[in-house]
């Protein structure tokens, strides 16, 4: 059974820093594009960045060089290192899956394997 289960997320005040997880299951992990993507209320869901099978990047405009995506292989494990957080980022954040290659720009109705979601709360 493929499932991806986000956790990490939290309150934070502006400026502060969160690591998210998405652990992975059922599905040969390594071999596929692996995103993160967020939906702020009221909001479209929205790519953050993606990782592809050879650990290249691609990050949204808004949140490069303040965000990092990465993956752990062994571990079955992605990530998603925040930093220097704003009240903008407030968003559920949703990690993602699609095979094999990574689409640019990061669009949503190209993954059609979700995660259930973690929420990021910035104060101000």
């Known amino acids: 059974q493929v499932q991806l289960v986000e956790s990490g997320g939290g309150s934070v005040q502006a400026g502060g820093s969160l690591r998210l997880s998405c652990a992975v299951s059922g599905f040969t992990y390594a071999t596929y594009c692996m995103a993160w993507f967020r939906q702020a209320l009221g909001k479209e869901r929205e790519g953050v960045a993606t990782i592809d099978t050879n650990g290249l990047t691609n990050y949204a405009e808004s949140v490069k060089d303040r965000f990092t995506i990465s993956k752990d292989n062994a571990k079955n494990t992605l990530y998603l290192q925040m930093n220097s957080l704003q009240p903008e980022d407030t968003a559920m954040y949703y990690c993602?899956?699609?095979?094999?290659?990574?689409?640019?720009?990061?669009?949503?109705?190209?993954?059609?394997?979700w995660g259930q979601g973690t929420l990021v709360t910035v104060s101000s």
């Open positions: 993602a899956a699609k095979s094999p290659w990574c689409p640019q720009p990061i669009i949503t109705r190209a993954f059609g394997t």
